[in-house]
C-alpha cells in the first residue's frame, strides 16, 4: 500500500522545482514540462533557468540560503501560477572529504545549502500545504545518508539528516492531507558526481533518475530510492553490526 495519494497525470499540476538549473534538477524539469506540468524554476543561476524554461516555465531566481529571496520566488510562483501542487527540494552540493581534510568553514556552507537550505524551502511549503489540506512535497537526500561512508564525512551527514526531516514531516503532514517524498538516490551522473575520484558503483544518468523520481512520486511512494540493484545493497549493509559494517564499507569502497 502507498503511503501518500497516488498521483494518475502531471497535465496542469503546478510544480516548483527548486534545484533546477543542472543535473537531476534540469533532468526532472524537462520531464516535467514534456508531461504538461506548469513549471516553475528556481536556482541561483537565472541564465541556466531561463534557457531552460524557453519560455515554457517561470523562472524564479533565488538562493535557498536566503529566506528573503526565497519568499520572493515563493510570492512570485504562487501570483504566476494560481498557487503550488507539488514542490520539489533538488538544490544541494558535495564535496568529497576526508576526516584529515576537514575544514569548518567548508563544512558548514555545505550544510547550509543542502540541509538548512532545505528547511528553509519546507518552512514556507509545510505551512502553505497543511493550511490547503493537499499538495505534495518531495526532498532530495541521498543513500549517503544511510550510514557512514568514506569521503562522504559531511555531505553524508547532510543528508541522514535530511531522511530524519523528511520522516518526520510525513507524520506530521499525512494527517493534514499532505503528501511528502523522500528522494534518495544512489549514483547519478552530474557536476557534483564528477568530483568523484572513485569508481562509483551502479551509475547512472540524470534522465533516468527523473524517470524514477516521477514514477515514484505517481505511485505515492514514500521513500523514492534507484537504482534498486545498488540501494538495495546499501540498505542490507546498513542492518548490520558495526562490526561487520566496518570492514564490508572498507573492502567494498577500497577507502
Not at 494560481?82 to 575544514?103: F, S, Y
Not at 550544510?111 to 502553505?128: H, I
Not at 569521503?151 to 503528501?179: C, M, Q, R, S
Not at 557534483?192 to 505511485?219: H, S, V, W
Amino acid at each position: 500500500m502507498s503511503l501518500n495519494p497516488e498521483l494518475a497525470d502531471w497535465t496542469g499540476q503546478r510544480v516548483w522545482l527548486i534545484g533546477a538549473s543542472s543535473g537531476i534538477g534540469e533532468a526532472t524539469a524537462r520531464l516535467l514540462m514534456q508531461r504538461g506540468a506548469r513549471v516553475a524554476l528556481t536556482s541561483r543561476n537565472e541564465a541556466a533557468l531561463k534557457r531552460l524554461a524557453d519560455g515554457k516555465a517561470v523562472v524564479a531566481t533565488a538562493d535557498i540560503t536566503d529566506r528573503a529571496s526565497l519568499h520572493a520566488a515563493f510570492d512570485d510562483i504562487c501570483t504566476a501560477l494560481g498557487g503550488i501542487d507539488v514542490a520539489i527540494i533538488n538544490a544541494g552540493t558535495h564535496q568529497p572529504v576526508r576526516a584529515w581534510e576537514l575544514d569548518a568553514v567548508a563544512a558548514e556552507k555545505l550544510v547550509q545549502v543542502n540541509l538548512v537550505g532545505a528547511m528553509n524551502v519546507s518552512a514556507l511549503l509545510a505551512p502553505y500545504f497543511a493550511q490547503s489540506g493537499g499538495g505534495r512535497l518531495a526532498i532530495t537526500a541521498s543513500v549517503a545518508g544511510y550510514g557512514g561512508l568514506p569521503t562522504g564525512l559531511v555531505y553524508g551527514a547532510t543528508k541522514a539528516a535530511l531522511i530524519n526531516f523528511a520522516e518526520t514531516l510525513y507524520l506530521d503532514l499525512a494527517p493534514k492531507g499532505v503528501a511528502v517524498h523522500l528522494i534518495n538516490p544512489g549514483f547519478v551522473k552530474t557536476p557534483l558526481t564528477d568530483l568523484n575520484d572513485f569508481k562509483m558503483p551502479a551509475l547512472i544518468e540524470a534522465d533516468e533518475a527523473a524517470r524514477e523520481i516521477l514514477a515514484g512520486i505517481e505511485r505515492g511512494a514514500f521513500e523514492i530510492h534507484f537504482p534498486k540493484r545498488f540501494t538495495r545493497v546499501l540498505k542490507l549493509l546498513n542492518l548490520l553490526p558495526y562490526r561487520l559494517y566496518f570492514p564490508l564499507v572498507r573492502r567494498i569502497t577500497g577507502l
